[in-house]
C-alpha cells in the first residue's frame, strides 16, 4: 500500500499522486480487503463477524452491517487492556509498538491511539508527499533551510512497557526522523539535538538561535501549530537581546545545560558576528514589530504552520508579524491517522481544503445537515454506537458542499471509529474529494492543543460557581470565547449574576471578595482535562483563565443581538461560546469586574489513566 519514490524526484512524487487520486476507489477497495485480511482474527473484529470467516466473499456491506460505528468510549476497554499488558491481537494482527495520546480526551485524560512500526513508514511516506506538491508552486526551496520550531512533550510509560506519547513527539524520536535520509528540498535549521531537547525553554532559544544565525539561508519558516509559531515570537521578544549577545560573542549562554543542545549549537555558533547582533539588536529594537518575521530572515518565501480549525483565530496576529508572507497550511492529521495533503497551498487560509490520501486508511462519511446555522446528522444523535444506527458514505460517493463527520478504520486497530472531525466536500481531485475543515465535533473553546466541549465547560462551572452561592450570590447566565489577543491566549467567561434575594448588585467588588472570584477561576481551571492543564503548567501555551462579571441585562443584549443576526427568538439558547467579535464587544462594554486565577492547576501525566 506504500509505493516507493525518491522524495527528491518531484516528477515522480506529482505522477504517484496522480495515481492515487486518479484510482481512489480501486485503492479504497483494496485498503479495506488488506486490514480485514490481516485483522479478521483479532478479538474485536471475531466478536463482530463470528459467522463470517473472512475470504474474498466478506465484502464491504457485510463489514459495515456487522461491525458498527463507535466513539472512543466504546473502544477504550480493549486499549486499556493492551496498556495493562494484554497482548496486541486484541485489535491487531500486528504488534502495537506504542500508544498516541489524542489532543482529544476521555474522563479528563487523552485518549490512546494504537500505533504500529508499519504506521511510522505511512507517516514517512506522507510527510515526503507534501515536498513535491510545496515545489510545484514554490521555486528554489533547494537551494536555502527551512527554520521549523519542532518540539516534543511529555511521554510516559505504561503497565505493559509500551510508551504512551503524542504523535509528534513519536515520529521526532523515531529513527524514521532521526536517521531520515538527506532531502534537499527539506534541510532544517534546527539540529536533531535540539527539537528532541525535553526542557522546553532550552529547545526554543536553540532553535531560534540557529534559525538567527543561519538567516540568510533561511527561504521558510513555521512550525505545526499556528499558536506554537506565535509563541516562539512571544519568546523572541522576551530574548532577543540574549540571542543577540550570544551571537555578537560566539558563546551560548551558560543556563543551557543540555549537553546534546550545547554541543550541536555548538557547530553553528562558530564565530563572534557583532554585524549580524548590531543587525538584531536594530531590528528588535523598532517601536513596533510589525513585518518582523520577514525583516528578520528577508529570504523567506512564506510561514508553514496549520492554521485551519480553531488555528484560524491566529491569523490576524499571524499577518501583523509576517510582512506579507503567504500562510501556508499542508496537511490534515490527528493521532488516529495521516488523513490528506493541501493540493494548492498558496491558496488563503480560509480557503485551504484537503485532499484525503485514499491508501492512508479506509475513510467513510456520517453525513450532516446544516439547520439554522447549526450542523446535526441526519438520524438527528450523535452520541449512539448502536449498530445500523449510522448510515455512512464511502470516500468516492460524497457529494460537493454536503458537510460529513469523518470516520476511519485504520492499519493499527481502529475500525469504523469516529473522529469527531466535521469536514465540508469542496470539490475533487481526479476522483478523490477535498474537504475544508470546519470544526471539532462538540468543542467550543480551544487555543493550543486543547479541546473544551461543552459539557466539560458545565461541570467545571457548575463546581466553581458553588463558591460564590453561600453569599448570596448565584449564576444565572454564562458564556466564554478564546481570546488569542495576547500571547499565550487564554479562556474569558462572561459571568452575568444575581444575588440570591433577586435585587441587582450596584458594586459586584464590594459584593464578592477578589480572593474568592479568582478562587473561581483556579477551580474552572483545575476541573478541566489534563490537556488543558498541560498547556497551562508544563508547556505554558495558555495563560490564566478570566472571569468577566457583566451588568444586569448584559445577556438580553446577547440575545437581542442574535436574534437580529437572523436567531428565532423562540428557539434562542444562549451560546455557551461566541465568537462574532460584535457578540464579544456587547458584553465587554458591560463588564464590572474582571477576575483571573492566580494559581498553575496541578498537572501529572495521565493522572489515573488506567484500571484493570
Known sequence: MLPNFDPNNNESGLKLLEDLTTNAKQIQEQVIRKILTQNSNTEYLKSFLHNHHYSHSLDLQTFKHSVPVVNYEDIKPYIERIANGEPSHIISSQPITE??????????????????AEDLDRKTFFYNLLVPVLNKYVDGLEEGKGMYLLFIKPEMSTPSGLMARPVLTSYYKSKNFRNRPFNKYNVYTSPDETILCSDSKQSMYCQLLCGLVQRDEVLRVGAVFASAFLRAIKFLEDYWKELS???????????????????SVSLILTKSNPVLADLIDGLCGEKSWEGIIKKLWPKTKYIEVIVTGSMAQYIPTLEFYSGGLPLISTMYASSECYFGINFNPL???????????????????LPVEKNDGELTHCNGTTNTSVQDEFKTVDLVDVKLGQYYEL???????LYRYRVGDILKVTGFHNKAPQFKFIHRRNVVLSI???????DDLLNAITKAKLLVEPLGVLLTEYTSYADTESIPGHYVLFWEMKRRSGSNYENFEELV???????CCSSIEESLDSVYRRCRSKDKSIGPLEIRVVKHGAFDALMDFCVSQGSSVNQYKTPRCIKSEEAIKILDSRVVA???????????????QYSH
Request: glycine letters at 6%; a negative charge.
Open 407 to 413: 470516520v476511519v478504520t485504520t492499519f493499527t486497530g
Open 594 to 608: 474582571r477576575y483571573f486565577s492566580k494559581k498553575t492547576p496541578f498537572w501529572e501525566p495521565f493522572r489515573g
Open 245 to 263: 549577545d550570544n551571537i555578537r560573542k560566539g558563546e551560548l549562554s551558560q543556563w543551557i545545560s543540555d549537553p546534546n543542545c550545547r554541543a
Open 513 to 519: 471578595e477578589v480572593d474568592l472570584m479568582e478562587e
Open 347 to 365: 491558496s488563503k487560509p480560509s480557503d485551504v481544503s484537503y485532499t484525503l490520501l485514499p491508501n492512508m486508511a479506509f475513510f467513510e462519511f
Open 99 to 116: 500508544l498516541l495520546t489524542s489532543s482529544g480526551t476521555s474522563g479528563g485524560q487523552p485518549k490512546m491511539m494504537p500505533s504500529t
Open 448 to 454: 493550543d492543543t486543547d479541546k473544551t466541549n461543552e
